[in-house]
């Protein structure tokens, strides 16, 4: 059995159909279960953050870097940093915004230092990029073409029932069962 929790933040609705949709891929895999934490509540829940076997971190991209509302929860956890409380759990992360880059890139480096200082393991996409030949299309998983972790990108006149599109959310279900079954090989 292993445990993924997703802690994240969004203004709109956009990144949280991310976090669902990493949740969906967590829920899954097999013997893995998996909830999904607003970043505001995240401090108050902290029992279950110290039990999880992996955290996927998921935020906006604000002014070219993660959102204050998450950074929040980031300053927040520099009690549990100074203990390494979470050392040696899998982190993986995710990001959207408005732009087709928007420096979402910047965000998701953001989530693996945050990671890193904690002593956790990074877990990349682990995808090729997609939409990135004549033959490709916008409807590829990994159709922004990341590396760290998944994008999402959010058209900013469209709400979160259509925006990010389908391949951005299978994007993050891929992330999340990915997280899943690295958890189940990690967990005691
Ligand atoms: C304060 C603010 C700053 C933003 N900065 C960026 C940015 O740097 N790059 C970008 O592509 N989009 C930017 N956007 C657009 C958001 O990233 C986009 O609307 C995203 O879908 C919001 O997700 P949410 O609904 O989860 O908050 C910004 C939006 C706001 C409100």
């Known amino acids: 059995m292993a445990r993924v929790v997703i802690v994240y933040h969004s203004g709109r609705g956009h990144t949280e159909a991310l976090a669902k949709a990493a949740l969906e891929g967590a829920e899954s895999v097999p013997g893995v279960t998996a909830a999904c934490i607003p970043a505001a509540e995240a401090m108050k829940r902290i029992a279950e953050l ?4 992996a955290m996927i971190f ?3 991209t604000y002014m070219g870097s993660g959102s204050s509302e998450f950074k929040k929860f980031m300053e927040a956890t520099s009690r549990l940093w100074s203990e390494l409380r979470w050392k040696d759990k899998l982190a993986a992360g995710f990001t959207n915004s ?3 880059s928007g420096d979402k890139l910047v965000t998701l480096i953001q989530l693996a230092v945050f990671a890193a200082q904690h002593g956790m393991l990074w877990v ?3 995808l090729l990029p997609g939409n990135n030949a004549s033959t490709a299309s916008i409807e590829d998983l990994n ?3 990341s590396f760290l ?5 959010s058209n900013v006149d469209q709400g979160s029932d259509v925006a990010p599109p389908p391949a951005d959310r299978a994007t993050a279900r891929h992330l999340g069962a990915r997280v899943a079954a690295l958890a189940l090989r990690f967990a005691r």
Not at 50 to 53: E, L, S, V
Not at 149 to 153: H, K, S, Y
């Open 50 to 53: 110290d039990a999880a076997d």
């Open 58 to 60: 998921g935020c906006p």
């Open 98 to 100: 408005g732009s087709q």
């Open 124 to 126: 990349s996409l682990g």
């Open 143 to 145: 159709r922004l073409g």
């Open 149 to 153: 972790g998944a994008m999402g990108q």
